[in-house]
């Protein structure tokens, strides 16, 4: 079981980027996953996160507006669309998926670090002024 985040890379500031998360070794169609992201020497924080379905996301306030999560069940991927992006931005993302199967939460839960169980390795996203 495994995700592997892709994507990342250098911009300017005002810049965008998609980040994608493929998934492998079972089907992540039913499970709520997440975009988590980490800034040296801050530690990780949650960026964005979509429900099993599709149906429901959830953002940070820092990012609302400016990312869009998405996935295509299908493909077992996820997506990041980053738009209008910040020097503040700038860090390492991480994708992650609940090992539950056709679970919903409450709101706050989908913040939690505790909730992803699985995670993939990071790409670097940096922007620049």
């Known amino acids: 079981v495994q995700l592997q985040a892709s994507g990342g890379g250098q911009v300017q500031a005002g810049d965008s980027l998609r980040l994608a998360c493929a998934a492998s070794?079972?089907?992540?169609?039913?499970?709520?996953m997440g975009w988590f992201r980490q800034a040296p020497g801050k530690e990780r924080e949650f960026v964005a996160a979509?429900?099993?379905?599709?149906?429901?996301?959830y953002y940070a306030d820092s990012v609302k507006g400016r990312f869009t999560i998405s996935r295509d069940n299908a493909k077992n991927m996820m997506y990041l669309q980053m738009t209008t992006l910040k020097v503040e931005d700038s860090a390492v993302y991480y994708c992650?998926?609940?090992?539950?199967?056709?679970?919903?939460?409450?709101?706050?839960?989908?913040?939690?670090?505790?909730?992803?169980?699985?995670w993939g390795q990071g790409t670097q996203v940096t922007v620049s002024s």
């Open positions: 992650a998926a609940d090992e539950r199967r056709r679970t919903t939460y409450t709101g706050p839960s989908y913040r939690s670090r505790s909730l992803y169980e699985i």
């Open positions: 070794g079972r089907t992540f169609s039913e499970n709520v």
């Open positions: 979509i429900s099993w379905s599709g149906g429901s996301t």
